[in-house]
């Protein structure tokens, strides 16, 4: 079947902006070794999102329900910690600001984040929500390393700090005569210039949990999927074994 220009030329058009998401950073990123497999991780990566990201960023294509089911949170506890305004057990996971206030208020409107660590690999937005910083020349008085002139305000200021880019004294390496680290000033670093309601591990602890649910979010199958690989593969091999001595039976008096 051939396809016209023009559908051709559509289908172009709709890959191209996905390839351009999906594209890396130039900025060296920090590993984030995802564990779906971590409940307790998971759990707390979405009170954070409820608390801190629900107020502009949507997960349209999950539900409250789906949700606990998976991350066994009781619909109690769920829809007293998790669950705001008049949202019901069963409803999407869809927020209440208006698409014009919020286009006026940022310069665009805040995106549903349903699939983003589909779109963003997890050590992208690992080091992404730790590294804002600083800027009295943007709108929200920061920026961000991993995404110049980034147009979100940074949500989690309160829990990490103020953090600056500037110059710093940076650890490499020790003095193997004096045991004392070796301490080498570099220029554009990020450092915590006062530090907030979390300390740098448990900021960093927090982001992981944060990134873990949104990996989650992303593809809510990808455990299930991985546990029934495991039985597809151990039918193969139970498999293999009849096939192999019919295929022998098959072909032995056929010279």
Known sequence: MKLGMKKIFALVAAFVPALALAAGSSVPLDEHRTDLH????????????ANYCMGCHSMEHARYNRVAK?????????MENLVFADKKFGDKMTIAMD????????????????????????DWLYTYLRSF????????????????????????????????????LVEEGFDTLTGQPIMVEKEHVLYIEEEGTLSADEYDKLVYDLVNFMVYMAEPIAVERERLGWWVL??????????????????RDIK
């Not at 971590?38 to 999102?49: E, H, M, N, P, V």
């Not at 698409?99 to 997890?122: E, H």
């Open 133 to 168: 910083y600083e800027d009295d020349s943007r709108p929200w008085g920061v920026n961000n390393v991993v995404f110049k002139d980034v147009g979100m305000p940074h949500v989690l200021a309160e829990l990490q700090g103020n953090q600056v880019l500037g110059t710093a």
């Open 234 to 251: 151990l039918f193969l091999a139970i498999f293999f074994v009849p096939v192999y001595f019919l295929n022998k039976e098959f072909w």
């Open 70 to 78: 998976d991350l066994d949170i009781p619909e109690e506890l769920m």
């Open 99 to 122: 698409q014009v206030d919020s286009k006026r208020w940022f310069g665009a409107t805040p995106p549903d984040l349903t699939l983003v660590a589909r779109v963003r690999r997890p």
């Open 38 to 49: 971590d409940t307790a991780s998971l759990q707390r990566g979405a009170q954070t999102f």
